[in-house]
């Protein structure tokens, strides 16, 4: 089992930055990629970026050039760095994390935290 706690979050103009932070526990030697994702109301949950172990990332066109995702991996902790911030940014913001199964992947996430960008 992961645990996922997500910190950040919260109110902002449009145009201001913000910062969310996901610290995992549990079984995390086996995460192979760590994300965000977002669902605002009466959407699907969208990627918004990705990191696996070794640092690669992948992030959604709507916000490349404007996010960043980062990993510790002493601190098993993934972090999003949430820069020009836009109305449509305005989501729940969830972590999720991906180990290996039999067959498959076990997937993991957080509890969610509200972002808010005001226009």
């Known amino acids: 089992q992961v645990q996922l706690v997500e910190s950040g979050g919260g109110l902002v103009q449009a145009g201001g930055s913000l910062g969310l932070s996901c610290a995992a526990s549990?079984?995390?030697?086996?995460?192979?990629?760590m994300g965000w994702y977002r669902q605002a109301p009466g959407k699907h949950r969208d990627l918004v970026a990705a990191?696996?172990?070794?640092?690669?990332?992948n992030y959604a066109d709507s916000v490349k050039g404007r996010f960043t995702i980062s990993r510790d991996n002493a601190k098993n902790t993934v972090y999003l760095q949430m820069n020009s911030l836009k109305s449509e940014d305005t989501a729940v913001y969830y972590c999720?994390?991906?180990?290996?199964?039999?067959?498959?992947?076990?997937?993991?996430w957080g509890q969610g935290t509200q972002v808010t960008v005001s226009s």
């Open positions: 999720n994390a991906r180990r290996p199964a039999p067959k498959g992947e076990y997937e993991y």
């Open positions: 549990g079984s995390i030697f086996s995460i192979n990629a």
């Open positions: 990191i696996t172990s070794g640092g690669s990332t």
